[in-house]
Nanobody, 121 residues
Framework: QVQLVESGGGLVQAGGSLRLSCVAS????????KAWLRQAPGKEREFVAG????????FYGNSAEGRFTVSRDENKNTAYLQMNALEADNTAVYFC??????????????WGQGTQVTVSS
Protein backbone atom coordinates (compact mmCIF):
# COMPACT_ATOMS: atom_id res chain seq x y z
CA GLN A 1 0.00 0.00 0.00
CA VAL A 2 1.50 3.27 -1.14
CA GLN A 3 1.49 6.13 1.32
CA LEU A 4 1.98 9.76 0.36
CA VAL A 5 2.76 12.24 3.11
CA GLU A 6 2.75 15.97 2.48
CA SER A 7 4.57 18.58 4.54
CA GLY A 8 5.64 22.19 4.29
CA GLY A 9 2.29 23.91 4.57
CA GLY A 10 1.65 26.74 7.00
CA LEU A 11 0.76 30.38 7.39
CA VAL A 12 2.51 32.90 5.15
CA GLN A 13 1.93 36.53 4.24
CA ALA A 14 0.86 37.48 0.75
CA GLY A 15 3.90 37.71 -1.49
CA GLY A 16 5.75 35.05 0.47
CA SER A 17 6.88 31.56 -0.52
CA LEU A 18 6.42 28.00 0.64
CA ARG A 19 7.82 24.70 -0.53
CA LEU A 20 5.63 21.65 -0.16
CA SER A 21 7.09 18.15 -0.06
CA CYS A 22 5.45 14.80 -0.74
CA VAL A 23 7.26 11.67 0.40
CA ALA A 24 6.15 8.31 -0.98
CA SER A 25 6.60 5.05 0.88
CA UNK A 26 5.27 1.53 0.96
CA UNK A 27 5.38 0.79 -2.73
CA UNK A 28 7.14 1.32 -6.02
CA UNK A 29 5.71 4.34 -7.77
CA UNK A 30 8.90 5.79 -9.16
CA UNK A 31 7.36 5.35 -12.61
CA UNK A 32 4.18 7.17 -11.63
CA UNK A 33 3.31 10.73 -12.43
CA LYS A 34 2.99 12.97 -9.40
CA ALA A 35 0.60 15.86 -9.04
CA TRP A 36 -0.48 18.56 -6.65
CA LEU A 37 -4.12 19.49 -6.31
CA ARG A 38 -5.82 21.80 -3.87
CA GLN A 39 -9.22 22.38 -2.36
CA ALA A 40 -10.36 25.63 -0.81
CA PRO A 41 -13.38 25.81 1.51
CA GLY A 42 -16.60 25.61 -0.45
CA LYS A 43 -14.80 24.96 -3.74
CA GLU A 44 -14.09 21.91 -5.85
CA ARG A 45 -10.70 20.23 -5.90
CA GLU A 46 -8.46 21.96 -8.44
CA PHE A 47 -5.39 20.77 -10.34
CA VAL A 48 -2.32 22.85 -9.47
CA ALA A 49 0.70 21.16 -11.06
CA GLY A 50 1.94 17.78 -12.20
CA UNK A 51 5.14 16.10 -13.30
CA UNK A 52 5.72 12.98 -15.35
CA UNK A 53 7.50 9.93 -13.99
CA UNK A 54 10.72 10.95 -15.73
CA UNK A 55 10.45 14.57 -14.66
CA UNK A 56 10.67 15.62 -18.28
CA UNK A 57 7.11 16.86 -18.61
CA UNK A 58 5.35 19.30 -16.30
CA PHE A 59 1.80 20.64 -16.40
CA TYR A 60 0.42 23.61 -14.51
CA GLY A 61 -3.05 24.82 -13.79
CA ASN A 62 -3.94 28.38 -14.72
CA SER A 63 -3.52 29.66 -11.18
CA ALA A 64 -0.01 28.25 -10.85
CA GLU A 65 1.55 29.21 -14.16
CA GLY A 66 4.63 31.38 -13.68
CA ARG A 67 4.63 31.33 -9.88
CA PHE A 68 4.76 27.67 -8.91
CA THR A 69 7.33 25.02 -9.84
CA VAL A 70 6.85 21.28 -9.53
CA SER A 71 9.82 18.94 -9.31
CA ARG A 72 10.76 15.48 -8.07
CA ASP A 73 13.76 13.63 -6.66
CA GLU A 74 13.26 9.91 -7.01
CA ASN A 75 16.41 9.20 -5.01
CA LYS A 76 14.40 10.58 -2.09
CA ASN A 77 10.97 9.35 -3.29
CA THR A 78 9.88 12.95 -2.98
CA ALA A 79 7.96 15.43 -5.07
CA TYR A 80 8.02 19.16 -4.42
CA LEU A 81 5.89 22.20 -5.13
CA GLN A 82 7.69 25.51 -4.83
CA MET A 83 5.17 28.31 -4.49
CA ASN A 84 6.25 31.93 -4.87
CA ALA A 85 4.38 35.23 -4.80
CA LEU A 86 1.55 33.62 -2.87
CA GLU A 87 -1.84 35.30 -2.87
CA ALA A 88 -4.75 35.08 -0.47
CA ASP A 89 -6.78 33.01 -2.91
CA ASN A 90 -4.05 30.35 -2.85
CA THR A 91 -5.32 29.44 0.60
CA ALA A 92 -6.39 25.79 0.50
CA VAL A 93 -5.53 22.26 1.52
CA TYR A 94 -2.91 20.99 -0.89
CA PHE A 95 -2.90 17.31 -1.78
CA CYS A 96 -0.21 15.17 -3.34
CA UNK A 97 -1.36 12.43 -5.72
CA UNK A 98 0.26 9.75 -7.86
CA UNK A 99 -0.91 7.78 -10.86
CA UNK A 100 0.20 6.07 -14.08
CA UNK A 101 -0.22 9.24 -16.13
CA UNK A 102 -0.63 12.97 -15.74
CA UNK A 103 -4.21 14.09 -15.52
CA UNK A 104 -5.68 17.56 -15.21
CA UNK A 105 -8.53 16.17 -13.18
CA UNK A 106 -8.48 13.95 -10.10
CA UNK A 107 -7.78 10.62 -11.82
CA UNK A 108 -4.96 9.43 -9.57
CA UNK A 109 -4.52 6.14 -7.73
CA UNK A 110 -2.91 7.31 -4.53
CA TRP A 111 -3.50 10.38 -2.40
CA GLY A 112 -1.95 12.04 0.62
CA GLN A 113 -3.89 13.50 3.51
CA GLY A 114 -3.16 17.08 2.53
CA THR A 115 -1.34 20.01 4.05
CA GLN A 116 -2.96 23.35 4.87
CA VAL A 117 -1.64 26.48 3.22
CA THR A 118 -2.98 29.78 4.53
CA VAL A 119 -1.99 33.07 2.93
CA SER A 120 -2.79 36.21 4.89
CA SER A 121 -3.41 39.44 3.04
Amino acid sequence: QVQLVESGGGLVQAGGSLRLSCVASGGTISNYAKAWLRQAPGKEREFVAGISWSGGVTFYGNSAEGRFTVSRDENKNTAYLQMNALEADNTAVYFCAAGPSLDYGSNYDDWGQGTQVTVSS
